[in-house]
């Protein structure tokens, strides 16, 4: 009997356990299901993690953002796959439309240009327009060329092979680095992962892999966007920009051309801000935007409350990083657009 005691008291424990292990399994799955999904562009993920995190501070609200690329936002959204992506690469109306998809930019970003060379620090090398074409293109291919040392003479550049590092995934950060490109010669293609034709390339996934490459190769040089050169200390250099100026990569110079970026909400706020004009303006700067689906309408509306709160609260998580907020007559302009579209 008193076996048979204890073993029903242990099934009425167990049934106990077993009860609140439900419960709880269930309050887990709904605070999942109320959790933000999206995925996309590197570009931005430093400041998406930074307004996240305070967002759920603020909030309680769970907004979980993956950088995987700008393609695999653009392809995640369009199968649906998630509540928002994220897109370096401005989609154009007509596709828009094909995809029944929604468009506005959240910050604006920079890419810099990072290498790795003995002796050479942060600042001190300078690259010609001509010189960032011939390197990427394949026709410069040692440090110590003329196109390269006519701009530094006063550093000691080796004659070493140049490694030059890219992006192995469809990217927004390469198709804005191409778009740059292209200004500067008409025979590299515009393209989120194009046929690279220097000499010795190393291809890394996202921004992330890219700044690895350039951390532990020698002699190398690769385009990342600025705050993962930030905060891995590696060394960038100066770009000369369309009036001839050489730029070292700063939240100023990303400001003073950002100021030349315009966008209008009868195209969904489709725009390339590469190679702006401006004296002080640093050349490779570039819009990042976010994509949602028509017809998602009550989450569409979760995830402008989000935007909305980083566009009024985030703007120092932003410039600390290296970004360019928008400016408040863009973020009204991207605020009456979700009204019009009734997510907001």
């Known amino acids: 009997k008193r076996l048979t005691y204890f073993s029903r008291k242990q099934t009425m424990t167990m049934k106990k356990i077993l009860t609140a292990a439900v419960a709880a399994s269930v309050a887990l799955t709904a605070v999942n299901a109320d959790e933000l999904k999206g995925r996309g562009a590197s570009f931005p993920g430093p400041v998406y993690k930074a307004w996240t995190a305070e967002y759920f501070a603020a909030t309680k609200n769970q907004v979980n953002y993956t950088p995987t690329g700008s393609g695999d936002g653009i392809k995640s959204i369009t199968k649906r796959m998630v509540d928002f992506a994220g897109s370096d690469k401005p989609l154009k109306p007509k596709a828009l439309k094909k995809d029944k998809l929604y468009m506005f930019p959240s910050v604006v970003g920079s890419v810099v240009l990072a290498y790795n060379i003995d002796g050479v620090k942060d600042g001190e090398l300078k690259l010609s327009r001509a010189a960032v074409a011939g390197i990427f293109s394949g026709s410069i291919t040692h440090w110590d060329d003329k196109a390269i040392m006519s701009q530094n003479a006063g550093l000691k550049l080796p004659h070493e ?11 927004g950060t390469t198709f804005n680095f191409t778009y740059f490109l292209n200004k500067l010669d008409e025979n590299i ?5 194009p046929t690279w034709k220097a000499a010795k390339v190393v291809a890394g996934k996202s921004n992330s ?3 690895a490459n350039i951390q532990q190769i020698k ?3 690769g385009y990342i966007e600025y705050s993962f050169k930030e905060k891995l200390g590696l060394a960038a250099a100066q770009i000369e920009n369309k009036e001839g100026h050489y730029i070292n990569p700063t939240l100023k110079s990303f400001q003073d051309a950002a100021k030349y970026a315009s966008w209008t909400a009868e195209n969904d706020f489709y725009a390339v801000i590469g190679d702006p004009a401006g004296a002080t303006s640093y050349p490779i700067v570039a819009a990042t935007f976010i994509l949602l689906p028509e017809e998602k309408m009550e989450t569409n509306k979760q995830v402008t409350a989000f935007i909305d709160w980083a566009y009024k609260n985030g703007d120092k998580a932003a ?3 290296g970004y360019v907020p928008l400016p408040a007559s863009t973020k009204d302009e991207i605020r009456k657009y979700w009204e019009t579209k009734k997510i907001k």
Do not use: C, E, Q, Y
Not at 161 to 171: F, L
Not at 189 to 193: G, L, P, R, T
């Open 209 to 211: 892999g890219v700044s």
């Open 319 to 321: 410039t600390d990083l």
């Open 219 to 221: 002699n190398s040089i």
């Open 189 to 193: 293609k515009v393209s989120k992962k």
């Open 161 to 171: 092979p140049i490694t030059v590092a890219v992006r192995a995934d469809k990217s």
